[in-house]
């Protein structure tokens, strides 16, 4: 199966370690994988800070890179979230709207993927440590990747069903397993002082319930809470779950 | 000038024990609501029901309403019906001057905060007394209520027993609640005992009855109704529900999710008025048919103010209600606040990470975080967003709609970080006041698939 590989603008820039981690996981499966080199955004920076009507250019250039895939697939669930929900063809070019709706229908975070789509069993990944896991929120309540403590139904967890197959990982149990951490987009910026609040609120309750390795699907989340964890020198380290998935340690 | 909900939440979080106290205090009501919403099985569906029987109210909120006035006239109540917040504070003030009263008693009515009749009455040379402890708590402050349902749940105890002592006489340094409660119990008794009019809020109205249900846990509405001379409760006229049987949905809802009670102390059905009672009932519109109009904003009315989703937000816990410069607060109140004023609101809808929690707990399922982002759209293209913001968010939109513009600033942006999407115009970054920003790798994954793969 030919699959896209989506890498949000800021792992491209920042975390090509978490790009490197997905196509070797991808490609370890059998997927027939490709990256697209004219990708930048997927417009949500833009859109959830009320400039949704700036982002058409963003989506005319996805639908050129993507159309042709399978499968899109992307180490990020808020951004696949919002392809989801918000993928249009510009107004002119309607007849675009046919690829918009094939990538809606089959652009996946990572970690369904593997469990959805490629029915990941065995991953033969070790990994020794206590590992605490962020449940970003758009990836959780937007593409329930796990259940949210909100609803009362069956619990269930994609990340965790999968970090459960990598050897030796011991998961950490939190107090509060579902809050949000505060990234928020430009809200981390507009409401630094929430922001900040919330991120420092979630580290301290991996560091009281032993976290080592703190992980999670959304980098972006990652990028926050990896801030406040080196602003206060904590001994924790920041991985995505990617890289865990595909450790050897 | 009105504080944005950003300056407001950093001054909040100034006192970092505070605000991890606010949190604190604010969670535990959620995992008490968690615990009676578990305990139900079918609460879900619960949820669903709710949700379609208010689907169908609004759509059909003319008759309803109709329906309503005409029963309720049969019963003996006086319906009055106001535009405004304007018009449901003069209607309340011409029934009082009818009676020649200058002194009232008032408990659980948030529709008398949005219409800001407390001050309104006041100028007109009427006392009002809030008889709900928690009102009467924040009254006494000379402050509005930071939650719908918890008044002064920003208030700790000892600060209670202080207010207490200079206002009420308690003795100095006290603040046992059980001896706090009872001296406002005491004091209360008076002003129950000598008022003749009494204000309460709505909580259901039933069209197909023409009666009213006002749900509360102190029954200090009660005492106040049926002390009184005249009742006058005042509801917003998305309060209507069909039938009698849906409180059966409603009321099995409203106290879980609010506290985590299986249901209110107290739910008083008020049908008529007793002999020699007079009672009124004003509906007020105040913006509510606009934003019926509004298609993707219309299902905020369904709303019954249970307060779960503020209980529930994490900005909320540590912004504090206040922050909301609004009467109802919280994610709720940032998606009604827009409604009634644009201009004056338009930071709300920012105030959240859109982390969708509060759409999840919503009793009646209303899509409070979706709404956040299309107010957010609605606010900028009619032109309440700053211009600086609007240039920086074109200029990314530039950078990022073009393949090669946005590899060359990708290399220089990831030495002088400027150009991290959620970062963009802020020249003073306020990224870096409590947090790190990440340490720039020397390729980037474009640049390592190239070589590798290309
Ligand atoms: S929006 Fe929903 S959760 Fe919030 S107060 Fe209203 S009914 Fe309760």
């Given at each position: 199966m ?6 949000p ?5 920042f ?16 997927c ?8 930048t ?11 949704e ?22 180490p ?5 979230l919002?392809?989801?929900?918000h993928?249009h063809?510009?107004e ?17 975070e ?6 959805d789509i490629?029915k990941v ?46 050897k ?5 149990k939190?107090?509060?397993?579902d809050?949000c ?8 910026v ?8 919330m ?18 699907g959304d980098?972006s989340?990652l ?7 080196r602003?206060?020198k ?12 595909t450790?050897?340690? | 000038?009105?504080i944005?909900h950003?300056?407001?939440?950093e ?18 009501v959620?995992q008490?609501?968690?615990?009676a ?33 005409k029963?309720a ?7 009055h019906?106001a ?5 449901h504070?003069?209607?309340?003030l011409?029934i009082?001057?009818?009676?020649g ?15 800001h009749?407390n ?42 027993g202080v ?6 006489g308690?003795?100095?340094?006290c ?8 001296a406002?119990?005491?004091n ?5 005992l ?17 009666e009213f249900v006002?749900c ?9 109704a049926?002390l009184?001379d005249?009742?006058?409760a ?5 309060k ?16 879980r ?9 107290y ?20 913006g509510?048919?606009?934003q ?7 299902n905020?009315?369904k ?8 209980n ?10 206040h922050?909301?410069h ?5 994610p709720i ?11 004056k609101?338009?930071?709300l ?19 409070i ?16 967003s700053?211009?600086?913001k609007t240039?920086?968010m ?5 950078v990022?709609?073009n ?23 802020n ?20 640049e ?7």
């Open positions: 030919k699959v896209g590989l989506f890498i603008c800021y792992v491209d820039q975390y090509p370690k978490v790009g490197i981690a997905t196509l070797q996981l991808l490609e370890k499966f059998g027939q994988v490709s990256y697209p080199s004219k990708q955004c997927c417009g949500q920076p833009m859109a959830n800070s009320g400039y009507h700036l982002t058409h250019d963003c989506n005319r250039l996805f639908i050129n890179n993507f159309a042709e895939y399978d499968y899109i697939v992307s990020s669930g808020s951004c696949v919002h392809i989801k929900e993928l063809a510009p002119s070019e309607t007849q675009n709207e046919g690829k918009a709706t094939h990538i809606r229908k089959r652009i996946y990572l970690t369904e993927f593997l469990t490629l069993e065995n991953l033969e990944a070790r990994f020794p440590f206590r590992v605490g896991l962020h449940q970003s929120c758009h990836g959780q309540r937007g593409l329930h990747l796990s259940q949210m403590s909100e609803l009362v139904a069956t619990p269930f967890s994609k990340p965790e069903q999968l970090l459960n197959m990598v030796d990982v011991e998961l950490v939190l107090s509060r397993k809050e951490c505060g990234f928020g987009g430009t809200f981390c507009a409401e630094e002082a929430v922001s900040s609040r991120g420092i609120d979630r580290i301290d309750d991996h560091v009281k319930n032993g976290t080592q390795v703190l992980t999670g980098m989340c990028m926050h809470l990896e801030g406040v964890i602003r206060r904590l001994p924790i380290k920041v991985m995505h779950i990617a890289e865990i998935l450790a050897t340690e | 000038m009105t944005n950003a300056t407001a939440a001054k909040f979080n100034k006192d970092f024990d505070r605000t991890t106290w606010h949190d604190e205090t604010l969670w535990w959620r008490k609501r968690d615990r919403a578990f305990s139900i099985p079918e609460w879900e569906k619960l949820r669903d029901t709710a949700s379609q029987i208010k689907h169908n109210v609004l759509s059909n909120l003319d008759t309803y309403l109709v329906e309503f006035e029963n006239q049969k019963n003996g109540i006086t319906v019906w535009a405004d917040a304007h018009e504070n003069e209607i309340i011409s009082l001057k009818k009676q009263v200058t002194q009232i008693v008032k408990s659980k009515s948030m529709l008398t905060e949005e219409c009749l001050p309104y009455l006041a100028e007109n040379g009427v006392e009002v007394v809030d008889t709900d402890l928690g009102e009467r708590i924040v009254q006494l402050a000379d402050e509005p209520p930071s939650h719908i349902v918890l008044p002064c749940i920003h208030w700790k105890k000892e600060e209670i207010l207490f002592h200079k206002h009420l308690t003795p100095e340094g603040a046992d609640p059980t001896l706090l409660t009872h406002a119990r005491e209360l008794r008076e002003k129950f000598t008022r003749r009019v009494a204000i309460t809020g709505v909580n259901f109205a039933v069209a197909e009855t023409g006002v509360t846990n102190e029954g200090n509405a009660d005492m106040g049926h009184a005249v009742h006058i005042c509801m917003g006229i998305e209507i529900i069909p039938q009698r049987v849906h409180l059966g949905v409603f009321l099995r809802l409203l106290a999710s609010a506290t985590g009670q299986p249901i209110t102390t739910s008083s059905h008020f049908a008529k008025p007793r002999a020699g009672q007079e009672m009124h009932i004003v509906l007020v519109d105040n509510r048919t606009t019926l109009g509004r298609e993707e904003f219309r905020s009315l709303c019954i103010r249970c307060g779960a989703c503020m529930t937000c994490p900005v909320y816990r540590r912004s504090g209600g922050s909301y609004n009467a109802v607060a919280g109140g940032s998606i009604l606040a827009p409604n009634l004023d644009m201009t609101n338009a930071d809808p920012f105030a959240s990470t859109l982390c969708g929690s509060c759409s999840n707990v919503c009793p009646v399922k209303i899509n975080h979706e709404q956040l982002y299309e107010w957010r759209q609605v606010l900028t293209k009619s032109g309440h700053p211009t600086a240039l920086g074109k200029a990314m939109a530039a990022l709609s393949p090669s513009v946005y590899r060359l600033s990708g290399k220089m942006g990831r030495l002088a970080l400027a150009n991290v999407p959620f970062v963009v115009n020249s003073l970054n306020p990224w870096y006041k409590q947090r790190e920003m990440p340490e720039p790798p020397k390729e980037s994954f474009g390592w698939y190239k070589k590798n793969r290309g």
